[in-house]
């Protein structure tokens, strides 16, 4: 009992260390953010899809933990970018415990996103820098850090909860298999379906890329 207190008290502080911008700390309150969106139908009405990718993933290089890999961080942007294009707006929800009433999602989170990427670039520009992608590591977090501003929290919230893109990708992250992994230093791959051999088999360690390249 005392392994399973441990391990939910560890789990549910998920990403304590994980460094966050500004004010947004790394708790995450995690809820399945890929609950209703599978199909990817979006009841016959036109949806734009996709993000300036270069935007993105200098802001990915922003706001992930770089101890993570450069590996690591463009697979965790592929895979935002695969969940937000995927979202089916007003889809019904998963049935929970506890309620009987029919519950749908949220309206389609991605042009607001999509805005503040932009916007991310034009601040950069008016506090007299070049733009947001071609800056420095150090200047795209002050510029980060100035969108981020109105934007304080002391939770990562779900990712479909997320007022700016940041926050979403940081969260969306943060809500997978390899944020936990990471948080809990072995590979447990929570939510990936594995072989009943393996379920008494000891969970691996996880190699840094640090580590991984010491060994080499």
Known sequence: MSTRRTFLKTAGTLGAGVAAVGTVATACAVKDPTAGNATGQDMGMERVRGFDRTLLDALANTVLPASIGAPAIRAATDAFVAWAD??????????????????????????????????????????????????????????????LRSHGGDRLPAP???NHIAIALLAHWSSGPDAWDRALGVRVSPGVCRTLGDATRKPLPVVSPTTAGART
């Open 160 to 162: 479909l909860d997320a």
């Open 86 to 147: 995927g979202y089916e707006p007003v889809a019904e929800e998963m049935h929970g415990y506890g309620y009987a009433d029919i519950r749908y999602l949220p309206a389609d989170p991605s042009p607001a996103w999509r805005a503040q990427l932009a916007a991310l670039d034009l601040l950069a520009q008016r506090l007299g820098h070049a733009g947001f992608a071609t800056l420095p590591a150090e200047r795209r977090t002050e510029v980060l850090q100035a969108a």
